[in-house]
Each structure stands twice: as C-alpha cells, then as structure tokens.
C-alpha cells in the first residue's frame, strides 16, 4: 500500500533525454536538488538508464567508488568525498518480499544521513517515506534513435511542493 501524501504537494516534470551522456548529465543536475533524507525511486525497463543516472547523481553528490549496477550485491554505499550525504544505491529487482525484504537491508537506518536511490522500487520503498522522488524512464515511442527517453519526474510528499523539477531539463 502507497503511503499517504497530499496530491495537492506532487510536483511532475517531463523530460526528454537525447542521449546517455545528457542522461548522465540529468543526474548530475537533479543531485543538486537532493539533500540527506532523500529517497530516489528509479523505474524503467532493463537497459532504460536508470544505472546511468544514477552514475551521474554519484558524481553531482562527489561521492567515492564508481557507480554500477549493484543487481548482484542488492545495495552499495558512497560515501561522500566532499562532506555531503553518501549515496545508497539499491537493486531491488531480485527481491520480491516488499518492504519486509527492504527492511533487512536497514534503509531506513540509512535513509536520514543518506541519499538512497532504488531501482526497482514500486510497491516496495513507498512506506520508507512519505517524501519521495519518483523516476519514471521510457524508451521514446515512435523515435527512431534508441537513445531517446523520456524521463517522468514526479516528488511526492511536501518536500518537493517548492522545487521547480521542470528546470532540470534546461
């Protein structure tokens, strides 16, 4: 079950993203909008450029390790270089329990000094926290170039009613 949010607060931006660089770059910029506490929820298909951007939120936070898919170890932290919040980046594709299986995983322990970003997440982080942002990526319909998506960035909860998310694609 969706944890309870004023609809009134969601704030939604679409993007198109042209390339996996300029995806890399989108995470660069939205890491500046995030601050300790955040949660990140990433959906797409396999191969839609969530570990991608994701690599470039890793880089805009200036934390330390390279950022890849963590499907086999399930979650990986990066700690920050320059005093701001680590990174927890999470796979939950392979676990199937919900929040009973996230919770051994200790997010929430992690969650308020952290910015912890879930790929796979829907119907399975939601109760983390009434605030949220969520990634939605899609292959462009009917272009003719793979690279194409389009990026849904929707913030659930008070915590986004003031950002602008539309300025992220300038």
């Known amino acids: 079950m969706e944890a309870p949010h004023s609809p009134a607060a969601d704030v939604t931006a679409v993007l198109t993203v042209h390339s996996p660089a300029l995806m890399q770059e989108l995470g660069r910029r939205l890491a500046k909008v995030l601050r300790p506490g955040d949660l990140v929820m990433l959906t797409g298909e396999l191969g839609a450029g969530k570990t991608t951007l994701t690599r470039g939120l890793g880089e805009g936070l200036g934390v330390r390790g390279a950022v890849t898919s963590p499907t086999f170890v399930i979650a990986r932290v990066h700690p920050s ?7 927890v980046h999470v796979d939950a594709y392979r676990l199937g329990g919900g929040l009973d299986e996230m919770e051994d995983l200790d ?53 986004w009613a003031g950002e602008d998310l539309a300025a992220l694609g300038a």
């Open 81 to 87: 270089l320059t005093g701001g919040p680590a990174l």
């Open 107 to 159: 997010l929430d322990v992690s969650l308020p000094d952290s910015v912890v970003v879930v790929e796979w997440g829907d119907g399975k982080v939601e109760e983390l926290s009434d605030d949220r942002l969520h990634v939605v990526i899609h292959r462009a319909v009917g272009d003719a170039d793979d690279d194409v998506r389009e990026v849904t960035v929707r913030g659930v909860g008070e915590r």
